[in-house]
């Protein structure tokens, strides 16, 4: 049962627009959430969060939309790079005590190329 | 200076092996995890520690035995090694609390361990 999805396998977009990667999520109980991006051979990097008490949240040309009633949040890159080319991952997590505590639930990734 | 190192970060064995990944941070964190990234791309969560404590153990076959000797280290050992565990292995770290001004939990990652059992 997965309980964040990333329904797009792969975005391409052209340098200088507007990335827009999606995440959809089923539990409730997360209260935060989390972009990673990973380049071949690396781990995983921590790009943003978002509280689920907010709606946005925004650091540079990345943005994070989250719409709590439609359980998706959504990742904003303006403007694109070659550089942002990477698997791009959504995370959630319940900031919670017990056997939750800490665990982050990752969706299947978005592999993003832009095009120069 | 690498934050989390994991090895070795290639591994190719024969299936009944028994083999082992080890991770390292030197972040500082009281959290390490075990990640892995299966054919189907998923990263899922296998073990979590907190100050060598075992606080997170998903359903993974007891072949699987993390040890923590102290904070800073979470090893991965694997018994009886089956084609279906050939997959990346992520270690990753944290400090519970958090960092990041939204109060996440962020965790930082190893470059993986790719383990292919022949």
């Known amino acids: 049962d997965q309980q964040v999805k990333q329904n797009s396998p792969s975005l391409s977009v052209q340098e200088g627009r507007i990335s827009i990667l999606n995440c959809d999520y089923t539990?409730?109980?997360?209260?935060?959430f989390l972009w990673y991006k990973k380049y071949p051979a690396e781990g995983p990097t921590f790009l943003i969060s978002?509280?689920?008490?907010?709606d946005k949240n925004e650091d540079g040309r990345f943005t994070v939309f989250l719409n709590k009633s439609a359980k998706h949040l959504s990742l904003h890159i303006v403007p694109s790079q070659p550089g942002d080319s990477a698997v791009y991952f959504c995370a959630a997590s319940v900031h919670a005590g017990g056997t939750s505590y800490g665990k982050l639930t990752f969706g299947q990734g978005t592999i993003l190329t832009v095009h120069p | 200076d690498t934050a989390v190192s994991q090895t070795p970060k290639y591994l190719v064995t024969q299936m009944g092996n028994d083999k082992s990944i080890k991770c390292e941070q030197n972040l500082g964190h009281d959290t390490m995890y075990w990640y892995k990234q299966d054919s189907k791309k998923f990263l899922k969560i296998m073990f979590s520690?907190?100050?060598?404590?075992?606080?997170i153990n998903e359903t993974v076959p007891n072949r699987f035995s993390p040890k923590s000797p102290d904070k800073a280290h979470l090893n991965l050992h694997i018994n009886s090694l089956e084609l279906g565990d050939s997959a990346v292995y992520f270690c990753a770290s944290s400090q519970v609390q958090g960092t990041t001004s939204s109060g996440a939990n962020v965790l930082t990652f190893g470059a993986g361990s790719r383990l292919t059992v022949l």
């Open positions: 520690y907190n100050n060598k404590e075992l606080i």
């Open positions: 978002i509280s689920s008490i907010k």
């Open positions: 539990n409730s109980m997360f209260d935060y």
